[in-house]
């Protein structure tokens, strides 16, 4: 029951610390009397319902609310005789997230489904009704939020609730916009619980919701949720603010920011720039963050302007007038105009500093653009209206959702490879922590959404999925980076795959993993594949993906000549062998056979420990990897011009190093992946006709 339905008997309700959205708590106790007198009034609405109905209008004046009616009544006649826990009648629970919903400017379906949305849950209403009376689209929000029965989940009840509703959200984002607004609503009125219980929705306010507000582009939502969250889980820090900014209201710093938008304004006027200038004020938690920050806090700390005009062009167009008239902090410029955040956010952040030292910081941005801060999806309207009139008919689980951002589509596919409940919610906070997204580029033009700090073993497995476990390294930028390389914003990001089967990542590849999705696959295959199945430790160079097939000839003792085809062979690293070398094999922990060139100085230090030589022969001649030596003069753009002339040789750069140079000689080791071993003469002939090399030759 998502807002504590309970019986006649609860008691008394207790005054609330917070208000939402403008709306005092005795206006919900009104709705809730007329609720149950059960009067109507304008276009005959009932007028419980009335003021939700001149918000949504004032947001869509050709709005019919005729439907939010029937919602209505059917809601209140659902709910009737169910009291919250404040001692208020329940129906005052949905019309209160009702009306987040209108002030935020949501349509008319999402409002519906909204006055509806604890009846399947918590009455004898079923899904069946509500379709049949209000259509599919009401019956599948209202399915989105309704919640899974703890008789039938146990503790799994709330992970997998979360899950379901993820999964109505990858088709409709309307039904995470319901959930957040039903859990503001029951956020300002957790004080009738028991603290343990306060502390607890918290929590999972604070890990799930309000990150997910965030992605939303829902700041009107996110700000209030994390001002409760901070009077319930920080109760010392959120005094303390709270009355540094009653100390600021009260005394004459208070007056500092309106100065300042006083002289934006006549800076703007003589520029004949039309704008308003707004003081914003900051919400608890953000003027605790300030404070973490700047140590003592100014009086233009505790809020900031909002300069809001028609065009995006005069968004810059004051950008201009306020660094020519007042002195920029540069640091604090950024463009979220031309580069919009993940969640639809734009806008012009900058700063300017007064002549006293202080900073104030300045938004400037659209009047469309700002309802879409405030609101985020909520303030697309119904992203899903057919283009046509049939395109009605077809079935809502069918509808792709246009506006759907990259984190969305992570979470939807990486939640199919968590069966478990804990793992899917541990990793769902997890993810939901990541701070931000960035947009790499793939080579071929297409792009990549990555959470913040993302590395290389993100973007190979949320390019190749599951081939990404033959990674070998990458390219980032055009230059060659290692698998731990975290991306930037913009970087131009090409994951390089061994080219034959591989036998998989790396224990290590976990530290340097990021997403979700990769951090559950790389978990998978390591579980799947125990350390004796995986290239032997005492060979940690040894290349676990065959450059080309070897039979290896196994001689069990002294008195038994036995073939064994199927043994496990590797190459080892330390050589690179390729044919047509010369190769003798050792065999390591598990069973498997290192295969190394006879004259790789691994072999005589084996042999001198006693360890029996296993006879092995190339079979056939296919893809392999070899490691070369690059002697050289050094001089500019030497390694570009190596790097350009492998490439030229067709032959592919897994990993490259350059030692630093002694006596103006540089050495670079370069391993390289070969289709064919016959490639071999050719590289090393168009690398030492680089000018500058002096030689080149197989590594050890």
């Known amino acids: 029951m998502s807002a504590e339905a309970t019986n006649p008997s609860a008691p008394p309700a207790v005054p609330s610390r917070r208000r939402g959205l403008g709306r005092p708590r005795i206006e919900l106790r009104r709705l809730g009397r007329a609720a149950l007198l059960g009067g ?102 209202v399915d989105g939020v309704t919640k899974l029965e703890k008789v039938d989940y146990g503790a799994a009840a709330e992970p997998e609730t979360f899950r379901k509703m993820l999964l109505a959200t990858g088709n409709d984002v309307r039904v995470m916009s319901i959930k957040l607004a039903d859990r503001l609503h029951n956020m300002r009125t957790l004080g009738v619980m028991r603290p343990e219980k306060q502390a607890r929705i918290a929590k999972v306010t604070r890990d799930v919701l309000i990150p997910l507000a965030e992605r939303l582009g829902v700041q009107a939502l996110k700000t209030e949720l994390e001002d409760l969250v901070f009077a319930i889980l920080h109760p010392v820090e959120y005094e303390w603010t709270r009355a ?36 914003r004020p900051r919400h608890l938690v953000s003027v605790h963050r300030v404070s973490l920050k700047r140590g003592e806090l100014r009086g233009t700390d505790f809020g900031r302007l909002l300069v809001l005009v028609a065009e995006d062009a005069d968004c810059y167009g004051v950008l201009g007038e306020l660094h020519t008239c007042f002195t920029p902090v540069i640091s604090e410029f950024k463009d979220f105009i031309a580069a919009p955040k993940f969640n639809l956010y734009q806008s012009l952040h900058t700063a300017v500093a007064a002549e006293d030292g202080a900073v104030i910081e300045v938004l400037i941005r659209t009047h469309q653009m700002h309802k879409v801060a405030e609101a985020g999806v909520v303030a697309l309207g119904n992203p899903y209206a057919p283009a046509e009139p049939d395109a009605a ?82 390219r980032v930028n055009g230059r060659l980076a290692t698998l731990g390389t975290v991306l930037r914003d913009g970087d131009t990001v090409q994951p390089l795959l061994a080219g034959d089967a591989g036998s998989g990542p790396s224990p290590d590849w976990l530290r340097h993993a990021r997403t979700p999705a990769a951090r559950i696959a ?49 190459l080892a690293g330390c050589c690179t062998p390729v044919p047509p070398d010369t190769v003798t094999g050792f065999s390591v922990r598990g069973g498997a056979v290192t295969v190394h060139r006879a004259e790789c100085p691994a072999v005589h230090r084996m042999e001198n420990l006693g360890r029996t030589p296993v006879a092995v022969r190339w079979d056939g001649a296919d893809a392999c990897r070899v490691t070369l030596v690059a002697e050289s003069f050094g001089r500019p753009r ?10 030229t040789a067709g032959a592919a750069i897994v990993s490259a190093t350059v030692a630093p140079p002694t006596e103006q000689r540089v050495r670079h080791t370069y391993t390289l992946h070969l289709t064919d071993p016959g490639e071999l003469p050719g590289v090393m002939r168009v690398m030492r006709e680089v000018p500058g090399v002096y030689d080149v030759s197989r590594a050890f």
């Open 638 to 647: 030497l390694l570009a011009d190596l790097t350009e002339a492998i490439a």
């Open 522 to 570: 790389i978990s998978g295959w390591l579980t799947a594949h125990p350390p004796q199945d995986r290239a032997p430790a005492d060979a940690p160079d040894a290349d676990p993906r065959p450059a080309a097939a070897v039979v290896a000839d196994r001689r069990r003792s002294a008195n038994a000549v036995v073939d064994a085809p199927h043994t496990a062979v590797r």
């Open 244 to 279: 540094r900014v009653e100390e600021n209201a009260a005394g004459a710093a208070g007056d500092a920011l309106t100065r300042v938008a006083d002289s934006v304004r006549a800076v703007l006027r003589d520029a004949d720039t039309t704008a308003d200038v707004l003081v």
């Open 40 to 141: 109507t009034g304008r276009d005959r609405l009932p007028d419980a319902l009335g003021h939700v109905a001149d918000v949504h209008r004032a947001h869509h004046p050709d709005a019919d609310p005729t439907v939010l009616g029937r919602a209505y009544e059917l809601a209140e006649s659902s709910h009737r005789g169910q009291f919250r826990k404040s001692g208020e009648p329940y129906i005052t629970h949905p019309l209160a997230v009702t009306l987040i919903l209108a002030e935020l400017g949501a349509e008319t379906t999402t409002l519906t489904a909204s006055l509806l949305h604890d009846t399947v849950e918590d009455t004898d209403v079923t899904l069946d009704q509500v379709r049949e009376l209000f259509g599919d689209e009401v019956a599948y929000l």
């Open 393 to 474: 008919a077809e079935a809502v689980e069918d509808r792709a959702d246009p506006t759907r951002p990259g984190w969305l589509s992570r979470l939807l596919d990486w939640q199919r490879c968590a069966p478990d409940p804990d793992t899917f919610w541990s990793t769902l906070r997890a993810d939901l922590a990541q701070d931000g997204e960035i947009t790499v580029f793939r080579p071929d033009g297409g792009t990549l959404a990555l959470p913040a700090g993302a590395t290389c073993v993100d973007a190979a497995y949320e390019q190749h999925g599951a081939d990404a476990h033959a990674c070998v390294g990458a």
